[in-house]
Nanobody, 116 residues
Framework: QVHLADSGGGLVQAGDSLRLSCGASVNIFGMKAMAWYRQAPGKQRELVTRITNGGRLDYADSVKDRFTISRDSVKNTMYLLMNSLKPEDTAVYYC??????????WGLGTQVTVSP
């Protein structure tokens, strides 16, 4: 069983930065892909950014040039660096992992709140 522990959320002001972390119980480079999703109140969960085991990166248009996904092979941890945060970035952020055979795993989520 794969366990994902996402953390690093908090209350910040518009324009500030935050770095989220997702610690995994397995080698994350063995996963087909790792991703960050978010869910704002009253809205569906949406993909924020995704990185494949081949290194392909995808970002939602709303976060391009502001957010950066990265991985640390030694710590088996994925990060999301969020710069120039906006109130519309307020959401619960979830770490996600996908196995090559299709199994998917989720973290419990970490709350990010951006005040105007």
């Amino acid at each position: 069983q794969v366990h994902l522990a996402d953390s690093g959320g908090g209350l910040v002001q518009a324009g500030d930065s935050l770095r989220l972390s997702c610690g995994a119980s397995v080698n994350i480079f063995g996963m087909k892909a790792m991703a960050w999703y978010r869910q704002a109140p009253g809205k569906q969960r949406e993909l924020v950014t995704r990185i494949t085991n081949g290194g392909r990166l995808d970002y939602a248009d709303s976060v391009k040039d502001r957010f950066t996904i990265s991985r640390d092979s030694v710590k088996n941890t994925m990060y999301l660096l969020m710069n120039s945060l906006k109130p519309e970035d307020t959401a619960v952020y979830y770490c996600h992992a996908e196995e090559t055979w299709g199994a998917q795993y989720w973290g419990l989520g970490t709350q990010v709140t951006v005040s105007p």
